[in-house]
């Protein structure tokens, strides 16, 4: 019912900046939260940033000053501006919706995650 899709990865040199792009689609009634996690190998899925539909923030230590997350409600759109890249960067970025209301199920709130992007920052 929906589709979260992610865009914006690739290579980058450490220092450089890339941005990323989830747009969510579907049967949606609204979304209050959308947010970005990575999860690099061999270890465990992490948060980046996460944005509500007020748009308050909040972003892991590791990013603050870095990243910056932000949205477009009208087009169910967020967006992870990445400057200053690290090589401990290197992930594999998911985005993430964890309640999305649908048109067909107004009561109840479902979660759903995007197929990831790849973003790799050489040193």
């Known amino acids: 019912q929906v589709r979260l899709v992610e865009s914006g990865g690739g290579l980058v040199q450490a220092g450089g900046s890339l941005r990323l792009s989830c747009a969510a689609s579907?049967?949606?009634?609204?979304?209050?939260?959308m947010g970005w996690y990575r999860q690099a190998p061999g270890k465990q899925r992490e948060l980046v940033a996460r944005?509500?539909?007020?748009?308050?923030?909040n972003y892991a230590d590791s990013v603050k000053g870095r990243f910056t997350i932000s949205r477009d409600n009208a087009k169910n759109t967020v967006y992870l501006e990445m400057n200053s890249l690290k090589p401990e960067d290197t992930a594999v970025y998911y985005c993430?919706?964890?309640?999305?209301?649908?048109?067909?199920?107004?009561?109840?709130?479902?979660?759903?995650w995007g197929q990831g992007t790849q973003v790799t920052v050489s040193s």
């Open positions: 579907g049967s949606i009634f609204s979304i209050n939260t």
């Open positions: 944005i509500n539909s007020t748009g308050s923030t």
């Open positions: 993430n919706a964890p309640d999305v209301v649908t048109t067909s199920a107004i009561a109840i709130r479902f979660s759903y």
